[in-house]
């Protein structure tokens, strides 16, 4: 199998141009965490419950919300509320971050790899329709760069074999499908507040649940398997009847969360402001396609801006003499030892050589979006 270019330009510094990702940290964010860290509690505690509340409100989540310690915390949780085991096959995306699928691996799970749209980078419907089968236990998405999957097309076969449904939304907080919040369509959700996503806690998670019981679940494996409202009767009155894991939010990451929901729109505008920007610089641009694919079910969550082209590495090349960083970010899993896997996917074959990720994130302007684009439009 063709190998792609090796990507070996340093990480840039900020000081030296734009860089490609920058986390944000919102302004109360300080001072939250100096309440916190004066107060009896940093590990988890009462600032947890109350971001799990605000972060329902805010998003309208009609199931419930657990904060963890990672969106892998959440990934590998979900697995487990779903009673995978081993030998049991999942459909997984290809072209993800390595995290959705290694918690699977964690359990014995066999992985189907099912092959990107090459238009949104999304998992193909049709490929997912041919690879589904009475043997799958599950269907896992993720939302690349922010644009929502064909979830209508995706439950309506999830039904058809009632199996549930995974949403890996670590790149999705605020998107939309159909009106509603990510979030809100399939049986489980994951969120990731990784440093650079759009909402950070430092490192952090949140699985939603729509059913009740699963969430209460939930709440014990994220802590050794203890029901924590129970805990004060004593080490006898609160047995242990599951094997959990310590997968917790802390309230030091949660006081930067319930900061950063306080400005959400204000940071989820400036980032759809940009990419639309790069919309309109780009659109006409006949060796870019910019990815995208302007459904109107969708509401881009503008978490990467990503366009396929013809001799990325020089196009790469270009941009970092003009101090704009750029690259690929995630990867095929399938190149990866630990998945062990020799399938067929075409569609990511015709990508592989082509996709470039450009600068997204709070600290840009558009007069950055516009110095980029033209830098583009000069050819390469």
């Avoid at 990510?182 to 806690?201: C, E, P, R, W, Y």
């Amino acid at each position: 199998m063709k190998k792609s270019a090796l990507n070996d330009l340093p990480i840039m510094d900020p000081k030296d141009g734009i860089v490609l990702f920058h986390p944000h940290m919102p302004r109360k964010a300080f001072d939250y965490v100096k309440d916190t860290l004066e107060s009896r509690w940093i590990g988890h505690g009462p600032k947890v419950d109350l971001f799990e509340e605000q972060f329902q409100k805010f998003f309208e989540i009609e199931g419930y919300p657990i904060a963890v310690g990672s969106g892998t915390d959440a990934l590998h949780l979900s697995y487990l509320l779903a009673n995978i085991k081993k030998g049991d096959e999942v459909l997984v995306p290809l072209f993800t971050c390595t995290a959705t699928n290694i918690p699977l691996l964690y359990l014995g799970a066999k992985l189907v790899f099912v092959d990107i749209d090459p238009g949104t980078l999304n998992v193909s419907v049709e490929d997912l329709r041919k690879k589904i089968s009475n043997k799958t236990k599950m269907i896992v998405v993720v939302h690349y760069g922010g644009l929502p999957c064909d979830m209508d097309e995706i439950n309506t076969l999830a039904r058809e074999y009632n199996i549930p449904v995974l949403e890996d939304a670590a790149h999705a907080l605020g998107g939309k499908y159909s009106g509603k919040f990510i979030g809100n369509i399939s049986d489980f959700t994951m969120f990731s507040f990784q440093a650079i996503k759009h909402l950070t806690t430092g490192d952090g998670g949140m699985l939603i649940t729509k059913d009740r019981n699963l969430a209460e679940k939930a709440k014990r494996l994220r802590w050794f398997g203890i029901n924590r409202e129970n805990k004060q009767k004593g080490i006898w009155e609160n047995d242990l009847v599951e094997i959990g894991y310590k997968y917790q939010m802390t309230d030091i990451a949660a006081s930067i969360g319930l900061a950063s929901l306080e400005e959400f729109e204000e940071t989820l505008g400036l980032r759809k402001i940009l990419f639309n920007e790069y919309i309109s610089q780009l659109k006409d641009v006949e060796a870019v396609q910019i990815i995208n694919d302007n459904n109107s079910k969708k509401e881009h969550a503008a978490w990467l801006f990503t366009i396929l082209v013809s001799n990325r590495d020089r196009l790469r090349d270009k941009l970092r003499k003009f101090g704009i960083e750029s690259g690929q970010t995630h990867y095929r899993n399938d190149r990866y030892s630990i998945f062990n896997e020799n399938g067929n996917f075409p569609n990511m074959d015709s990508i592989d050589d082509k996709y470039l990720i450009l600068p997204l994130h709070t600290k840009m302007t558009l007069q950055d979006v516009e110095f980029i684009c033209n830098v583009i439009k000069d050819g390469w």
